[in-house]
Nanobody, 122 residues
Framework: QVQLIESGGGLVQAGGSLRLSCAASGRTFSTYAVGWFRQAPGKEREFVAA????????YYRDSVKGRFTVSRDNAKNTVYLQMNRLKPEDTAVYFC???????????????WGQGTQVTVSS
């Protein structure tokens, strides 16, 4: 069993930065891939970024490439999402999720956090 808790969300002006953290409980967290997803009001949940269990592989949706960076520290059971040059369209609730598969599909992930709100003002 893995429990995930996101933190680091908030209100920021366009062009600003935030770093989200996803802290996990469970000894086996280092064996799981982690994905970040987001959901804006009235929209479907969408994939943002993923990182393999080792941290050696990462993948991003096109609209965040070059602005967002996903990383992990398995010694701390934590995954991070560094978000730079934020845009109003990045406004959403951000979720982290853990699963055995390194994937963009939300159904591939077994464990989810409760989400953290990111609001980018123009």
């Amino acid at each position: 069993q893995v429990q995930l808790i996101e933190s680091g969300g908030g209100l920021v002006q366009a062009g600003g930065s935030l770093r989200l953290s996803c802290a996990a409980s469970g000894r086996t967290f280092s064996t799981y891939a982690v994905g970040w997803f987001r959901q804006a009001p009235g929209k479907e949940r969408e994939f943002v970024a993923a990182i393999s269990w080792s941290g050696g592989d990462t993948y991003y949706r096109d609209s965040v490439k070059g602005r967002f960076t996903v990383s992990r520290d398995n010694a701390k059971n934590t995954v991070y999402l560094q978000m730079n040059r934020l845009k109003p369209e990045d406004t959403a609730v951000y979720f982290c999720a853990a699963g055995q598969l390194y994937a963009t599909y939300h159904g591939s992930y077994n464990y989810w956090g409760q989400g953290t709100q990111v609001t980018v003002s123009s």
